[in-house]
């Protein structure tokens, strides 16, 4: 359903920052129970309960393949109540078991089941924007959708000290069901009939073949997974870096809402102002930045000693303002020539970087136990990486322009 006026919806971006947002609600309400969880199940390596948080990226990967190829075929709103159907059995496992293993199933139940209203929700917007107003549309949701960050390890913390670690799964539930029954009714189905793909045993390979064909889409999807692998270091480690190394496990809630603004500040900013200078050239200045701001710590720390906490905090917030222009824009510029495929692009796009992010995220990880250094080296190797990859792009640009002169 293109949407050739390009008019703004308010109900259209809230809705979709809230189907993205039960993912963010299922991570960062559950990480100052990690320590409750990891106790509770037994858990002997502290480091063990970063895989609460990264094995459910590992299912919002895999579950894109599944979910995106489908939408292409049945339309974004089935296939999206069909993923929430497998949330609900995923969060299930987890209120209820009593083993460790256990628990990591329910997580990666978990997250397939989210990948389909995530990932779908791209779609949507796919389906309804394009150019760099699809940029500022995206831009505005992930901004309302980091809303539920800043105040998500607040309220683990509320449901730790009034009830339980279990309770968390319930809330998480309970709003997921709030905003499915929202989206039944008031979201209109955003793939015509006539423009489905029939559905073939072999669709997803054809799909694949022509996402590939797109060469843009392929490298700012490597770029994604490059920025998210670092990103969900932070995401896995923070609670135990602020807990841990810094002794500030009641601040813990506070830092990180404050760290989530940082990055919802420049996705507001990025919406004001990516029309006019477009994504392509702030996605670009956003990830020097990145890379820049990450060495910029190695090399002044070195030594492998924290500095004080206001020092890391600044460094943070400047690390997550460069992403908080990035995120955005390059899912949108990896979308932009897969109109004709948005569920199975979305799909591959989101596959390939969270496939990508995970293993990146459980190595660097490892590493993460009395310095925060190892976390600032993998900043600092993907920055450099998605910088180069960037560049080559710019030179095969540039090169078409040489030429014709």
Same mark, same amino acid.
């Given at each position: 359903?293109?949407?050739?006026?390009?008019?703004?919806?308010?109900?259209?971006?809230?809705?979709?920052?809230?189907?993205?947002?039960?993912?963010?609600?299922?991570?960062?309400?559950?990480?100052?129970?990690?320590?409750?969880?990891?106790?509770?199940?037994?858990?002997?390596?502290?480091?063990?309960?970063?895989?609460?948080?990264?094995?459910?990226?590992?299912?919002?990967?895999?579950?894109?393949?599944?979910?995106?190829?489908?939408?292409?075929?049945?339309?974004?709103?089935?296939?999206?109540?069909?993923?929430?159907?497998?949330?609900?059995?995923?969060?299930?496992?987890?209120?209820?078991?009593?083993?460790?293993?256990?628990?990591?199933?329910?997580?990666?139940?978990?997250?397939?089941?989210?990948?389909?209203?995530?990932?779908?929700?791209?779609?949507?917007?796919?389906?309804?924007?394009?150019?760099?107003?699809? *940029?500022?549309? !995206?831009?505005? $949701?992930?901004? %309302?959708?980091?809303?539920?960050?800043? #105040? /998500?390890?607040?309220?683990? &913390?509320?449901?730790?000290?009034?009830?339980?670690?279990?309770?968390?799964?319930?809330?998480?539930?309970?709003?997921?069901?709030?905003?499915?029954?929202?989206?039944?009714?008031?979201?209109?189905?955003?793939?015509?009939?006539?423009?489905?793909?029939?559905?073939?045993?072999?669709?997803?390979?054809?799909?694949?073949?022509?996402?590939?064909?797109?060469?843009?889409?392929?490298?700012?999807?490597?770029?994604?997974?490059?920025?998210?692998?670092?990103?969900?270091?932070?995401?896995?480690?923070?609670?135990?870096?602020?807990?841990?190394?810094?002794?500030?496990?009641?601040?813990?809630?506070?830092?990180?809402?404050?760290?989530?603004?940082?990055?919802?500040? *420049?996705?507001? !900013?990025?919406? $004001?102002?990516? %029309?006019?200078?477009?994504?392509?050239? #702030? /996605?670009?200045?956003?990830? &020097?930045?990145?890379?820049?701001?990450?060495?910029?710590?190695?090399?002044?720390?070195?030594?492998?000693?924290?500095?004080?906490?206001?020092?890391?905090?600044?460094?943070?917030?400047?690390?997550?303002?460069?992403?908080?222009?990035?995120?955005?824009?390059?899912?949108?510029?990896?979308?932009?020539?897969?109109?004709?495929?948005?569920?199975?692009?979305?799909?591959?796009?989101?596959?390939?970087?969270?496939?990508?992010?995970?293993?990146?995220?459980?190595?660097?990880?490892?590493?993460?136990?009395?310095?925060?250094?190892?976390?600032?080296?993998?900043?600092?190797?993907?920055?450099?990486?998605?910088?180069?990859?960037?560049?080559?792009?710019?030179?095969?640009?540039?090169?078409?322009?040489?030429?014709?002169?």
């Amino acid at each position: 359903m293109q949407n050739p006026n390009n008019k703004f919806r308010l109900e259209f971006v809230a809705l979709m920052a809230s189907l993205m947002s039960i993912v963010a609600l299922s991570i960062d309400a559950l990480l100052p129970a990690l320590p409750e969880i990891g106790s509770s199940l037994g858990v002997i390596n502290e480091n063990d309960n970063q895989l609460l948080i990264t094995m459910i990226f590992l299912g919002l990967g895999f579950g894109q393949l599944i979910f995106g190829p489908l939408s292409d075929s049945f339309g974004r709103k089935l296939i999206v109540y069909i993923g929430f159907v497998v949330f609900i059995i995923g969060s299930i496992i987890c209120v209820t078991t009593k083993s460790f293993e256990m628990m990591i199933i329910g997580r990666v139940l978990q997250g397939i089941g989210l990948s389909s209203p995530r990932t779908l929700s791209i779609a949507i917007v796919r389906d309804s924007y394009s150019g760099d107003y699809m *940029a500022k549309i !995206l831009s505005i $949701v992930v901004m %309302v959708f980091i809303l539920v960050p800043v #105040i /998500a390890p607040t309220l683990g &913390v509320f449901l730790l000290n009034f009830y339980n670690w279990e309770s968390i799964f319930y809330v998480n539930l309970i709003y997921g069901l709030l905003v499915m029954l929202w989206f039944w009714k008031r979201q209109p189905e955003t793939l015509l009939k006539e423009k489905r793909i029939k559905f073939t045993s072999h669709q997803f390979i054809d799909g694949a073949k022509e996402f590939v064909k797109y060469k843009d889409a392929v490298a700012f999807t490597l770029i994604s997974g490059f920025i998210t692998g670092s990103f969900m270091v932070y995401l896995s480690t923070s609670q135990q870096i602020f807990q841990e190394q810094y002794n500030l496990a009641d601040m813990f809630p506070y830092i990180f809402a404050s760290l989530a603004i940082s990055i919802g500040f *420049a996705t507001y !900013l990025n919406s $004001v102002f990516v %029309v006019k200078y477009g994504m392509w050239r #702030i /996605a670009y200045i956003a990830t &020097v930045a990145y890379a820049v701001i990450s060495i910029l710590y190695v090399v002044l720390f070195w030594s492998g000693d924290n500095p004080g906490i206001g020092i890391l905090i600044s460094f943070f917030a400047l690390q997550f303002f460069a992403v908080g222009f990035i995120f955005g824009n390059i899912r949108a510029l990896a979308m932009q020539p897969l109109g004709h495929i948005a569920g199975i692009g979305a799909a591959i796009n989101g596959f390939v970087s969270t496939v990508m992010a995970v293993p990146i995220a459980n190595y660097i990880g490892s590493f993460v136990s009395d310095s925060v250094l190892p976390l600032f080296i993998g900043f600092s190797i993907f920055g450099i990486l998605s910088l180069l990859t960037f560049i080559i792009l710019k030179r095969k640009k540039e090169l078409p322009a040489i030429k014709s002169l």
